[in-house]
């Protein structure tokens, strides 16, 4: 349901990817690991058209993408950058309604859904964005990802700066999310750990092309490959 067919893409004139190509099916995880600076990163803005294609081209849905961010979000393509980028002089409650209502969607169902699905912003619902810690400004980075209603989610680095306890949450609700509303995820992480706890099948890559695909148990039992792909 989402694909990326060869791209190719950098910055100016400097080429940071190259070929790469990846799948995630319906109501799939998938992580796409790597050690800093292998093109992660690069690769989920090529996806969300953050930057422009050199070649190659991205599917959502069966549909070719459009070369705006906007439309892709509209097609159902969610996602949470590295960094978060949180409205910071909003509230909690404004961060999430603005998201849905900017995706035609109802701001007090998605608002209410949110505290539902993460407890710990409830208590922040009033206060401004810029005020919370790293850990909860993710966490709402990723609530208001969801209140677009993606089909799939593209998360970069979602555990960077991220205390344990909230990691670990962070990975219950993208597990239940998953399940319960079918919605595909995408992970770029160096964490794999985390990535391994809720994604069957992983992309590898290094020097900005995909290395290797992979099953979580192969990956799991391959010491040798963890220390020379990942550093871990």
Same mark, same amino acid.
């Given at each position: 349901?989402f694909?990326? &067919?060869?791209?190719?893409?950098? %910055?100016? &004139?400097?080429?940071i990817i190259?070929d790469?190509?990846?799948e995630?099916?319906?109501?799939?995880i998938?992580?796409?690991?790597?050690?800093?600076?292998?093109?992660?990163?690069?690769v989920m803005? %090529?996806?969300?058209?953050?930057?422009?294609?050199m070649?190659?081209?991205?599917?959502?849905?069966?549909?070719?993408?459009?070369?705006?961010?906007?439309?892709?979000?509209k097609?159902?393509?969610g %996602?949470?950058?590295q960094?978060?980028?949180?409205?910071?002089?909003?509230?909690?409650?404004?961060?999430i309604?603005?998201?849905?209502?900017?995706?035609?969607?109802?701001?007090?169902?998605?608002?209410?859904?949110?505290?539902e699905?993460?407890?710990?912003?409830?208590?922040?619902?009033?206060d401004l964005?810029g005020?919370l810690?790293g850990?909860?400004?993710?966490?709402?980075?990723?609530?208001?990802?969801?209140?677009?209603?993606p089909k799939i989610?593209?998360?970069?680095?979602?555990? +960077?700066g991220?205390?344990?306890?909230i990691?670990?949450?962070?990975?219950?609700?993208?597990?239940?999310i998953?399940?319960?509303?079918?919605?595909?995820i995408?992970?770029?992480e160096?964490?794999?750990?985390?990535?391994?706890s809720?994604?069957?099948?992983? %992309?590898?890559?290094?020097?900005?092309e995909?290395?290797?695909?992979?099953?979580?148990?192969?990956?799991?039992a391959?010491?040798?490959?963890?220390? +020379?792909?990942?550093?871990?």
């Open positions: 349901m694909k990326i &067919k060869n791209a190719t893409g950098g %910055y100016g &004139k400097t080429t190259r790469v190509s990846l995630v099916k319906q109501g799939e998938v992580a796409l690991l790597g050690r800093n600076g292998v093109g992660k990163s690069t803005r %090529y996806a969300t058209s953050l930057i422009p294609a070649s190659g081209s991205v599917e959502i849905d069966g549909r070719p993408a459009p070369n705006s961010p906007a439309k892709r979000a097609l159902g393509l %996602y949470v950058p960094g978060r980028f949180v409205f910071p002089r909003m509230t909690v409650t404004e961060n309604a603005v998201a849905a209502a900017t995706n035609g969607h109802d701001a007090k169902r998605a608002v209410a859904e949110a505290m699905d993460f407890p710990l912003l409830h208590p922040k619902a009033g964005a005020g810690s850990g909860q400004q993710q966490v709402l980075a990723l609530a208001r990802a969801l209140a677009t209603v989610l593209l998360l970069d680095e979602p555990t +960077e991220v205390q344990p306890s990691i670990d949450e962070m990975a219950g609700i993208l597990k239940r998953n399940q319960e509303r079918g919605i595909a995408l992970v770029a160096q964490n794999l750990d985390f990535c391994l809720i994604s069957e099948r992983a %992309y590898v890559m290094e020097k900005g995909v290395r290797m695909e992979t099953d979580r148990d192969s990956l799991l391959d010491k040798d490959l963890q220390q +020379e792909l990942l550093g871990v």
